[in-house]
C-alpha cells in the first residue's frame, strides 16, 4: 500500500528525476548558485545539530526538522525581496535562516532563551523576526492563511508594491481557513503567494488518505486563485516558480497557489517511529537529496570543485558551532519577565487597575511592573522556575534512547555530520 | 447633552475615528452595502468607500485572521462579527492568534484589532443566536474585554479600544441597539478599566454586565420603592481590566454583592467577581456573595422558556432579599 502509494506519488511529481534535478533550467551566476547552495547546507547542518541538541534535551517540547525541503525553502525565499513579508508554519527554522535571522537568535529560541529570536516566548513553532518581515512560525495547521492575506491586505491598503508568501503544508490544505482565506485574496486581488509545501504527509497521513484531490495546486482553481506545480527537490526549479508566481500576485494583483513537490527525509516530529511510510520509499527520495544533486551539477558544470563544497560545509558546520555556543551563553528569561508583553502598555491599560490575578499572590500583576510587585510573586515564581529541571534526566535518557533507536534503523553513520551531508 | 441611540453612538465612534486615522478601516459580513444587520455601520460606506468599508463572505475566522495580518502589519481594523454566536467559528484566530501574538514573539508584533460584535437573547432566536460569552473572552490572558451598556459608553469605550494596541473584544448587546443615551458632545475616548457606579446605595452591591447591567438599575428601583432597600449598582464597563477597586469599596460599604450576568453560571463572570470579592474582601461580607445568571441549559425558543431562562428585574430583587432574611 505505502509502496503503490509512493509509486504514484513519483509520478505526480512531474518533473525531476531520481538522479539529480534542475537541469532543465540554466546556472545562475556563480556567486548566486553559492550562495543558495551555502544557504542550504547552513539549513541542513542546522537542522542535524538541533535534532542531536532535542536528543541532549537542550531543546524542550516539539521539534520539527525540515531536512529535505531545503531546496523549498530556500529556492523560494531567494526569489522574494526585502520587503516582501514571509509567514510560516511550525517546520520554520530553514524559513527564519533563509530569511537573514542569525542561526545563533534560532537556535538560542529552540534553547528557549532570552536572545532567542522570540525572546524564548515562542520555541521552535513560533519563531519570528519583525526587522526581516518574517512574521512567524505559527503552531496551528491552517492558521497563518488569514494572517497573510491580512498583511497582503495592509500591503494592498497602503498602495506598495510588497508581497507576501505563505507557506504551509499539505495537510493545512484541508482546514476549513484554505479556502476561506484563497476565496477572500482573490476577491480583493491581494499580493500573497500561497506556497504549498506538499511533502507527502500531514503529520503521518500520507496525501492519498487525506486529500480526495491530491493535485494539489489545482486545490484553489475553484476559488479563482490558479495554481502551479514545481519540483521542491530543484532549487532553481522553486526559485523560477516562486518569481513568476510573486510576479503575477505583485504586478497582475492574481494571489496564486504554488505547489512544491517535496520530502521530508525525517520524522514529522522528533517523537515519530514513522511507521507509516517504508524505508525503500525514503530511500527513493533521499536519491534526489536536493543539496547533493545542486552540488553534483555545480561541480559537474565546473562551477565548484570537490574540495569548494567540503570548505563550504565546514563554514556551515562552523556557523551552526557558534550558534550553539551563544545559545548555550544565553541566560534563561528573567523569571519577572512573566508578564511582560502580555499588553502593549498604552494609555488604557497603563492605568487600568487589574489585569491579571492568579494564585501566585493576592496582588494584581501588572507585566512589566512586575519587578516592583513585591517579594512574594518573585519567589512564588522561583518556586515555579525550579521544578524546570525536575525529570530533565530521565527525558534525556528517553530522547537518546529514541535517537539511537531511529538512527539504528534509517542512519546508519556514527557521526550524524555524515548524513544527509552535501556531498554526492 | 444630545441623546442618541446606542446605535448611533457606535456608529458615531466608528465615523470619528475612521476620519481621525487613515490606517482604521472596518469590515465583515453585510456591514457596507446592507449597511450592518444591525445598522450599527449605517452610511460609512457611502462616506468612506469601499477601500474602507469591507463587505466580506462569511468567513468569520479568516475575517477576524485577516484583521490580525492587516493588524501585525500597520493597519487598525475593526471587524464586525455579525453576532457573538459567530465568534466561535473565529476562536483560533482570536485565542491562538490575536491574544498571543505580541507576547509569544516577545513583544515584536502588535495586534491593534478591535472585534465588534453583539450578544444576547430575548429574540426568539433560539439556541445557536442568543449566546452571551463574555466569561469565555475575559478568559484569556492578552484579550481586553469592553461591555459597554449605555449610548455613552458604546462611543466612548469603541473610541478607545480603536486607539489601543491591544486586541479588543468589544461586545455589544442586541437588546440595547435601539435604547437611547446622553452621549457628551465632542466626547473624547474612555478609559477602560473604570468601573460606573449607576446607582448609589449602602445595602447591598449590584454588579450589572452588559445588558444587565440596565435590568440592575431598574431592579434597584424597585427594590428602593417597594422594600426600602438601597443598592448601590456598578457596571463594570470593562472585564479585563476591571475595576476591581470600585467593587471592592462598595462591597466594604454594603457587605453584600449580587452579581448579575446573562451568560451561564458555570465558569461565569459571576464565578469570577464572587472568588475575587471573598478573596479581597472576605471580613467585609455579611452574606455570601450571590450570583442571578442566565439558565444553565442551551437558549429555547418558545417565548415562556426563553424568558424563563435569562434575568429580569424580578430575579435581581428575589436574590438581593435572600441575602437579608436572616436579618
Known sequence: MAQEAAVSREKSTGNGTADGAGRQHSLPD???????????MLIRRFEERAGEMYAKAKIGGFLHLCIGEEATVVGSTQAMRDGDYLLSTYREHGQAIARGTPPSAVMAELFGRVDGCSKGRGGSMHLFDMERRFLGGYGIVGGNLPLSTGVALRCDYE??????????????????????????AALWKLPVVFMVINNQFGMGTALERHSAVTDLSKKAEGYGVPGSKCDGMDV?????ATTEALRKARDDRQPQLLEAVTYRFRGHSMADPEEYRTKDEVEEWRRRDPIASFSKRLVDEGLLSDDDLEQMDKEALS???????????????????????????????????????DERSPEPHRGEEEREAGRVPHELAEAGAAYAGVGEAQERKRRQRQAEENSGEGEQAADPRDVEGGGD | MPTMRYREALNQALREEMEADERVFIMGEDIGVFQGAFKVTQGLLEEFGDKRVRDTPISENTIVGVGVGSAMAGLRPVVELMTINFSLLALDQIVNHAAAIHYMFGGQARVPLVVRMPQGGGHQLGPTHSHSLEAMFLHVPGLLVAVPSTAADAKGLLKAAIQDDNPVIFIEHEYLYSQRGEVPENGGPMRFGEAAVR?????????????MAVTAERAAEQLAHEHELEAEVIDPRTLRPLDLDTILDSVKKTN??????EGWPHGGVGANLAALIQEQAFDYLDAPVARVTGADVPMPYSKPLEQAAFPHEEHVIQACLALFKDL
Open chain 2, 256 to 261: 453584600r454583592a449580587v452579581i448579575v450576568e
Open chain 1, 319 to 357: 556557523t551552526v558551532d557558534d550558534a550553539v555556543q551563544f545559545a548555550d551563553n544565553s541566560p534563561f528569561p528573567d523569571l519577572d519577565s512573566l508578564y511582560d508583553d502580555l499588553y502593549v502598555l498604552g494609555e488604557q491599560v497603563k492605568s487600568g487597575p487589574w489585569w491579571s490575578v
Open chain 2, 199 to 211: 446607582r448609589e446605595g449602602s445595602d447591598v452591591t449590584v454588579v450589572g454586565i452588559s445588558r
Open chain 1, 30 to 40: 556563480k556567486d548566486v548558485c553559492v550562495s543558495v547552495l551555502a544557504k542550504m
Open chain 1, 236 to 240: 532553481l526549479d522553486v526559485h523560477s
Open chain 1, 159 to 184: 498602495g506598495t508594491d510588497d508581497a507576501v508568501v505563505c507557506m504551509f503544508g499539505d495537510g493545512a490544505t484541508n482546514q476549513g481557513t484554505f479556502g476561506e482565506s484563497m476565496n477572500m
